[in-house]
């Protein structure tokens, strides 16, 4: 096993919430994201 | 009826062509601008001010949309001749004109709005997938908690109809005569037609008109006038609009007429149902413009399932190919059910597809299409128990009403 | 081995003394040795090219200098921010390449430092004038490359050699040392482990669709991944139904069998097609038809332990797992396809081990995969483990062991190397999978055990010592989890547990887990959690916490086994919750049941079957000895009492004598 001195999970989660910052979501919520639709938002009407 | 409007069709195209070979051959400079200006409004203006062609430009663009959600024909009609005429006077004389060749395709410009309502329609609905024009939709859902607030007046209809169906008389009947419904009638009536009477239903609005019928709601008068209405109408049901046929409130008009005793209503709704809006490529329209017997873009996902559902419900689907509506769009709706029910064009399609549930005998597909849990949206929830209320196998009075 | 009067004996196939670690251990196995050289092959192509380049000067210069040394020509053309920015980059593409399988991140910014230093070669500098050169840097990049590989060719070997210094004594003390026997007790819940078990149950008996009280954030690693969560959860949930609720089946083989559908939602496996994306360049969507163990591996395992524990085979019928995309596209498996996918993925593979993200091998996630083999072939006869079995053992002990008798948590399966990624403490541990190997390697697994446990008997026993009366006043330091979204102190106690319970501290164990509950409980309940930790860590502790006598290794290889005695088949959910119904002696009923979520101040009816036809049953309160009702067994042997269910109630359901006569009634 070589060793690169740098621990991936952690830096892993501080780019997540580097991220989420700058997009202003956050880290983690209790109710499932929605899809992204793929058909529109609404109806014509 | 299809001689009647193919005849029409070649009057209109004859004609259009005739005038614009005129105008060109022999109208010259002055010609040549009012022919580009009828192709693209604005066009023929545009060596005057750019500025005023833009402008004439987006006013028409507006007010084909309008056209084709309200009916209100004359507007760009008014728009596109008045611009036209006016290029006409304005075109500085001994100028060359532009391209010749922009004249030619001139006798197809009818076929071109068709083309620029698609592209309308397809942009708008893009238009809402971006993230600020999301953010101002959601913001506008959050400012009515209630979605049945945030309903529109045409969904309120179709929502009403649909709970009738589903046996639900009482709740549909204070939906159906929600005064938000008649108010948008009227202006519609006024804006569209110049229609001032009291009655706000005198013609047209098959939605709300349906509604109001499968509730129980309609005096005499009210039923005699949605009969003659239907029975003058192209389509053999009233418009939605003027001139603007719509899958769902159309069936869903047919079916109301069929039960207050005219049949023959449901069966010219039928004949147009599988000829001049058949599936073409796995689709139907979402409009069809009665004029000229025109289909207008696609319909959505979740009303070409509700409608064809319907249609199937009562026996109005192709008699050698009673399911190909579902095989069409089976895999569209499971598509939907796997995004799960967060957006209402979604959730509306999960619903509509367990309509067809109660005729297809697809055991993957009833799976797959009764995980979502369908609770947002009314009109999604009135399907959902329209589709209820036709699998339930207790339930045989009301399926022998909806079922032919 | 017997686990206690509620199980029959199971043959684990575990061996009285484990197998001695290598006296000769390889720096590398022969597959991981080829990709290693191949990588090497590939670096020195790109140093001869790079010389070709240096030796040609100019722009070609900066480019060889780059491709000695990421970053070198940038040196060269006096740019040292640019030389910065370079491994700065190359830092962020090596985590990118660990965390989404971006592959080709690294090769690509190499290419790219050599391209662009060979078009700025000419260009401007900061502080100096263009087209300036630092001849200097030419030795120092190079000093730097030889730097580089010196280091992980050290780090690689000074582990090695350490490791292989401990081969001896570590032999020796597997030849001698024995350790306790773990202790296996049959447990009463508390009013905590009915809290978890109702928190769990709102859980899984929500809609399919719903997921409310889940962690959701990035759904690649960590806590936040939902699969994980729903895994682990079903994992908990089986060891509770063989252990607690055998003979009331209905409540827990909904909650887990909805716990397996709710990993067929697209929002939980739709990770997946961006992986195959980036990592294999794979627009496919199916998530089991390649790689991707960690879904694979581990919700078959969850599938397996869900049968094995309730007797359903709702997920053998085909098309029962079926995953729809969101473009309708629907892709079909059952158990049986699911399995083999697993199976197939094991055989096309090179190493012998298949990723979890493309180009990431992992002993964990396949050890778990071939768990689920394992399960599979015990419930359905089929071969399927047993047939890889060989070949899964050489890889592990070839390509994975290091000589102390560690595994290495991942290799990649392109360049076949490996190092610590921080996801477990030192990159390796001695057992792995969520079993411990005792299924599928029952040698391995006590080796790995006695290697891991050296020394733990004696710490245990020294906090045994500091339980009074059962009890153990003791914090423990809250740490962060994995996520970084909150500390906690339970991942902490949940080792505690474990550990003492390994080394037959039953008394130490069950104090601690008191003394966590007093310390981590927050009253809450669903949506929220009892306990003040995540929803993947709670999940892990109620694993520990409810996996006795019986554990999933056991229950892996034994399979199902029909409850007997009385058996409780209809007690309404969310009305009455049901925490214990289990028959010791085949012939009556303990039983206890709480209110649910949504008691009812009116009686709940419950519906038994499996009674013995004609007899008449006495229903008695536990703990006062109380008479409660009586029943009547009909024909078929079924039974129904109606029973206000206002607080915890224990009861016992036991025959009173053969009488003529249909159906029961309640008193």
């Given amino acids: 096993m070589i060793s690169f001195r740098i621990n991936c999970a952690q830096v892993w989660v501080r780019l997540v919430r580097f991220v989420c910052k700058v997009t202003r979501r956050p880290q983690v919520t209790y109710d499932a994201p929605p899809m992204p639709a793929r058909s529109p938002a609404r109806s014509a009407r | 009826m299809h001689a009647r409007l193919g005849l029409r069709r070649a009057v209109a195209g004859s004609v259009s062509l005739v005038i614009s070979v005129c105008l060109v051959v022999f109208g010259g400079h002055v010609g040549a601008h009012v022919v580009q200006n009828v192709l693209v409004p604005g066009l023929g203006l545009h060596e005057q001010s750019w500025w005023l062609a833009v402008a004439v430009f987006v006013a028409a663009t507006a007010s084909i949309v309008a056209w084709v959600q309200w009916g209100v024909d004359w507007v760009p009609v008014a728009i596109v001749v008045g611009s036209s005429v006016a290029s006409g006077v304005l075109a500085e004389a001994g100028h060359e004109p532009a391209a010749r060749w922009v004249a030619s395709p001139a006798a197809h410009e009818f076929p071109l709005v068709v083309v620029v309502v698609t592209g309308i329609v397809w942009l708008r609905n893009a238009a809402r997938r971006l993230p600020l024009v999301r953010t101002v939709l959601e913001r506008r859902r959050r400012r009515h908690p209630e ?127 599988h000829t001049n809006l058949a599936l073409r490529n796995g689709h139907r329209p979402a409009g069809w413009w009665t004029p000229l017997g025109i289909r207008i873009a696609t319909a959505p996902l979740w009303e070409h399932a509700a409608a064809s559902a319907l249609a199937r419900a009562h026996g109005w689907h192709h008699p050698e190919r009673p399911d190909a509506d579902w095989q ?53 929830v009135a399907l959902d128990r329209l589709a209820a209320h036709l699998a339930d196998p207790r339930d045989h009075t009301d399926r022998k009403d909806l079922v032919a | 081995m017997t686990v206690s009067e509620l199980h029959r004996p199971i043959d684990t196939g575990e061996p009285a003394r484990p197998p001695l670690l290598p006296a000769q251990p390889r720096r590398m196995g022969p597959v991981t040795r080829a990709l290693v050289l191949r990588t090497i092959a590939v670096i020195a192509f790109a140093q001869a090219v790079g010389v070709v380049f240096v030796a040609i000067g100019g722009r070609w210069r900066a480019a060889g200098l780059s491709l000695a040394f ?82 992980l060719v050290y780090t690689f070997e000074s582990r090695f050699r350490a490791k292989r210094a401990k081969v001896d004594e570590l032999n020796a003390y597997l030849a001698t040392a024995t350790l306790p026997e773990p202790a296996r007790p049959l447990r009463e819940p508390d009013d905590m482990d009915a809290e978890l078990l109702r928190w769990a149950y709102e859980l899984s008996l929500q809609p399919v669709d719903a997921f409310r009280g889940f962690e959701w954030g990035e759904q690649f690693h960590g806590g936040t991944v939902v699969r994980y969560q729903l895994n682990y959860l079903g994992w908990a949930l089986a060891p509770y139904a063989v252990n607690y609720v055998p003979n009331a089946p209905g409540q827990i083989e909904l909650a887990l069998r909805n716990l397996v559908h709710k990993q ?51 997920f053998d019928e085909p098309g029962s797992l079926t995953f729809v995309w969101e473009d309708g596209r629907t892709f079909a498996y059952d158990h049986h396809s699911w399995m083999e996918a697993v199976r197939r993925n094991f055989d096309e593979s090179r190493l012998g081990f298949f990723p979890c993200e493309p180009g990431w091998a992992f002993a964990a996630c396949n050890t778990i995969g071939a768990q689920a083999l394992l399960g599979h072939d015990r419930l359905h ?65 006590l080796r790995g055990r006695m290697l891991q446990l050296r020394g733990t008997p004696e710490k245990m026993a020294g906090l045994a010592a500091m339980v009074r009366d059962g009890e153990l006043s003791l914090e423990l330091p809250e740490e962060w989890e994995r996520n970084r979204a909150r500390k906690t102190a339970v991942s902490s106690w949940t080792k505690l547990i474990a550990g003492a319970r390994m080394v037959g501290q039953g008394e130490l164990a069950e104090a601690a887990q008191r003394a966590c509950d007093r310390q981590c409980a927050t009253g809450d309940t669903w949506p929220e959690r009892p306990l003040r930790v995540g929803v993947a860590n709670l999940a892990l502790h109620l694993l520990v916490r409810w996996s006795t006598p019986m554990d999933n290794a056991t229950l892996n290889l034994r399979g199902y086994v029909p409850p007997v005695g009385p058996v409780l088949r209809d007690a309404p959910w969310p009305q009455v919750m049901v925490t214990v119904a ?86």
Avoid: C, K
Avoid at chain 3, 95 to 102: D, I, K, N, Q
Avoid at chain 3, 279 to 296: C, H
Avoid at chain 3, 637 to 654: C, E, F, K, P
């Fill in chain 2, 147 to 273: 979605p049945l607030d945030a309903l529109g007046a045409v969904d309120r209809s179709r929502t009403a109809a649909v709970l009738a169906l589903a046996g639900d008389v009482e709740r549909a009947t204070v939906l159906a005569t929600d005064p938000r419904i008649a108010a948008r009638a009227r202006r519609v009536g006024l804006i569209a037609r110049a229609r001032r009477g009291p009655d706000p239903f005198v013609r047209d609005h098959a939605a709300p008109r349906a509604a109001l019928a499968l509730a129980g709601v309609l005096d005499g008068d009210a039923i005699d006038r949605f009969r003659e209405d239907a029975s003058r109408a192209v389509a053999g049901v009233p418009a939605s609009e003027p001139t603007w046929v719509r899958p769902l409130d159309a069936t869903l008009a047919a079916v109301a007429l069929t039960r207050i005793g005219e049949t023959a209503a449901g069966d010219r709704w039928a004949t147009v149902w």
């Fill in chain 2, 328 to 380: 069409a769009i089976r895999r569209r709706l499971l598509g939907a059910a796997a995004r799960g029910s967060a957006a209402v064009d979604d959730e509306r399609a999960i619903a509509a597809g367990r309509l067809w549930l109660a005729f297809a005998d697809d055991e993957q597909a009833a799976r797959i299409l009764s995980r979502p849990t369908v609770q947002h949206d009314p009109l999604a």
């Fill in chain 3, 70 to 151: 990421p970053g070198g020509g940038f040196l060269y053309s006096a740019a040292p921010v640019a030389f910065v920015l370079t491994w700065a980059a190359l830092t962020v593409a090596l985590v990118l390449w660990w965390g989404m399988s971006v592959h080709w991140g690294i090769p690509l910014l190499w290419v790219l430092s050599a391209v662009g230093a060979a078009l700025w070669a000419d260009g401007p500098r900061l502080g100096y004038d263009s087209g300036t050169t630092w001849g200097w840097a030419i030795p120092v990049v190079y000093l730097l490359a030889l730097a580089g590989a010196g280091t």
């Fill in chain 3, 264 to 314: 067929t939602d697209l929002r939980v496996w739709r990770y997946w097609r961006t992986l195959n994306l980036i990592g294999n360049l794979d627009a496919n969507p199916d998530p089991l038809v390649r790689d991707n163990i960690m879904f694979s591996g581990f919700t078959g395992d969850q599938i397996n332990l869900y049968e094995a524990a309730t007797g359903s085979t709702i």
């Fill in chain 3, 381 to 445: 006869g089929t071969e399927l483990w047993s047939e890889l079995e060989p070949r899964w053992r050489r890889t592990l002990e070839l390509e994975y062991l290091m000589p102390d008798g560690n595994y290495a948590n991942i290799r990649s399966t392109h360049t076949g190397l490996s190092w610590d990624t921080g996801e477990t403490p030192g990159g390796e541990y001695f057992t792995t999978g969520s079993h411990g190997f005792a299924d599928v390697a029952p040698d391995l697994a």
């Fill in chain 3, 582 to 667: 289990r028959s010791l002696d085949g012939d009556s009923l303990e039983l206890t049941l709480r209110p649910g979520p949504e008691p009812s101040t009116a009686a709940v009816s419950l519906r038994f079957d499996s009674l013995r036809p004609g007899v008449a049953y006495e229903v008695h309160d536990r703990d006062t000895g109380a008479d409660v009702a009586s029943l009547v067994a009909d024909a078929e042997g079924a039974a129904s009492l109606d029973l206000v269910v206002a607080a915890r109630r224990a009861l016992r359901l036991a025959p009173v004598a053969a009488v003529p006569g249909d159906g029961g009634g309640a008193r």
